[in-house]
């Protein structure tokens, strides 16, 4: 693979390694302990420093901040890692915060679009195929599954939990926990219904989506409370499929409940 293109007026600290065919143009900043996988773009005037790892093929648009010392005032100098995937998108003024303490790290998987001023709190994970719109906000601790979105300007409280191919709408306050397959909208956020547009692209077949459906009315819709609710799913009131074992172990898991 070809080398490395930098342009001049970067700095690269000391200690740095930049992978084979990686891009990083005019007055950007690599920190001493980054280390960037191949093919990555980092454009003019980003900065990634910190204990950062990127992996292959990740963009970093200008003015993104990755690996800023955490906001936690807990903080006491370690350097914890940030540990970042293959194709990942950091749109402009985006933010990525390390952990506070160093056995633990800040973590994003593959494929995920991080639009502008997004920012994800330290000690939070991010699956793969995520959609962070323009201000999108993870506080500490938060999880996010696998392919969920996350509407513009809705802010995230630490340690939430945000299901696989859940979807939370614009300006929504998430307090609780949002649970797959679930669109999420609200002062605080509420379900209000499956995230079907997001299930039919990623190729549910329409028997799962309505069992989604089927899930979702029995949990919010139905009268009984939660725990008579999940247990009627656990008791295969709805068949047995693993879509309902996903919801089932995320409700179960919940720390924070789920509204």
């Not at 797959?180 to 028997?207: C, L, S, W």
């Given at each position: 693979?070809?080398?490395?293109?930098?342009?001049?007026?970067?700095?690269?600290?000391?200690?740095?390694?930049?992978?084979?065919?990686?891009?990083?143009?005019?007055?950007?900043?690599?920190?001493?302990?980054?280390?960037?996988?191949?093919?990555?773009?980092?454009?003019?005037?980003?900065?990634?420093?910190?204990?950062?790892?990127?992996?292959?093929?990740?963009?970093?648009?200008?003015?993104?901040?990755i690996g800023g010392r955490t906001q936690d005032k807990k903080w006491t100098g370690d350097e914890a890692p940030i540990i970042i995937?293959?194709?990942?998108?950091?749109?402009?003024?985006?933010?990525?915060?390390?952990?506070?303490?160093?056995?633990?790290?800040?973590?994003?998987?593959?494929?995920?679009?991080?639009?502008?001023?997004?920012h994800i709190g330290h000690e939070s994970t991010v699956g793969n195929h995520c959609v962070f719109s323009n201000n999108a906000t993870?506080?500490?601790?938060?999880?996010?599954?696998?392919?969920?979105?996350?509407?513009?300007?809705?802010?995230?409280?630490?340690?939430?939990?945000?299901?696989?191919?859940?979807?939370?709408?614009?300006?929504?306050?998430?307090?609780?926990?949002?649970?797959?397959?679930?669109?999420?909208?609200?002062?605080?956020?509420?379900?209000?219904?499956?995230?079907?547009?997001?299930?039919?692209?990623?190729?549910?077949?329409?028997?799962?989506?309505?069992?989604?459906?089927?899930?979702?009315?029995?949990?919010?819709?139905?009268?009984?409370?939660?725990?008579?609710?999940?247990?009627?799913?656990?008791?295969?009131?709805?068949?047995?499929?693993?879509?309902?074992?996903?919801?089932?172990?995320?409700?179960?898991?919940?720390?924070?409940?789920?509204?």
């Amino acid at each position: 693979m070809e080398a490395a293109r930098i342009h001049p007026s970067a700095h690269i600290e000391p200690g740095a390694r930049i992978g084979p065919g990686t891009e990083i143009g005019p007055f950007a900043y690599i920190g001493p302990r980054v280390v960037t996988g191949a093919g990555c773009r980092i454009h003019h005037h980003a900065t990634v420093e910190g204990n950062t790892t990127l992996g292959d093929n990740c963009e970093v648009f200008p003015y993104a901040f990755i690996g800023g010392r955490t906001q936690d005032k807990k903080w006491t100098g370690d350097e914890a890692p940030i540990i970042i995937g293959d194709r990942n998108i950091f749109r402009e003024f985006c933010t990525v915060h390390p952990s506070t303490f160093a056995d633990s790290a800040t973590r994003i998987g593959d494929d995920n679009l991080f639009c502008s001023y997004a920012h994800i709190g330290h000690e939070s994970t991010v699956g793969n195929h995520c959609v962070f719109s323009n201000n999108a906000t993870l506080g500490g601790h938060v999880a996010v599954g696998d392919y969920a979105v996350i509407g513009g300007l809705t802010a995230v409280h630490q340690f939430c939990r945000v299901g696989e191919s859940a979807m939370l709408a614009g300006c929504a306050k998430v307090v609780q926990d949002v649970l797959p397959y679930m669109t999420a909208d609200g002062h605080p956020a509420v379900h209000r219904t499956i995230n079907k547009i997001g299930m039919q692209r990623r190729g549910f077949p329409p028997e799962r989506i309505q069992l989604a459906s089927r899930v979702f009315k029995l949990l919010f819709r139905s009268g009984r409370n939660h725990g008579q609710s999940l247990e009627d799913l656990k008791s295969g009131a709805l068949g047995q499929d693993p879509l309902i074992d996903t919801v089932v172990a995320a409700a179960e898991a919940s720390t924070r409940g789920f509204s």
